[in-house]
């Protein structure tokens, strides 16, 4: 079984959304004992709390369930997981200022590698934006994961 873990900043808008994405298209393909997903943050502003209210109702609207409460990425993830796709440049920094050895660079990914659109770019932070950018960030992640899904085949480790 592969294991991915999605990794923003507070754990409350983009990683927990991404988690909720993947896990959705794993269960409508019937593929979701391939493959367990996971959300944290880099920041340990809101350990505990569940995700933004206009991230659960956007993930909703896009017929998507959200439940998770935020975590704070530790250096056991590096070992736990097989791939660890960061939400921006900035975040990245800081999971990687936790392997100074580069032990884990190889499960690094920036999230938009994977996107067709944007390739390497940020994916943006929509919690002091409004509607339209929390749309715009699920149509991003979307996509994003369906391309990490063909370069990735469920269950099997990079």
Sequence with gaps: MSKVLFVCLGNICRSPLAEGILKSKLESSRQSQSIFVDSCGTGNYHIGEQPDPRSVANARENGITLDHKARQFTHEDFEQFDHILVMDSSNLKDVKKLDPKEEYTHKL???????PIGTGEDVP???????????????????????FLQEVKPGVSK
């Design 109 to 115: 990914h920036l999230m938009r590698e994977y996107d």
């Design 125 to 147: 932070d929509p919690y002091f934006g409004g509607e339209l950018g929390f749309q715009q960030v699920f149509e991003i992640l979307d996509r994003s994961i369906e391309g």
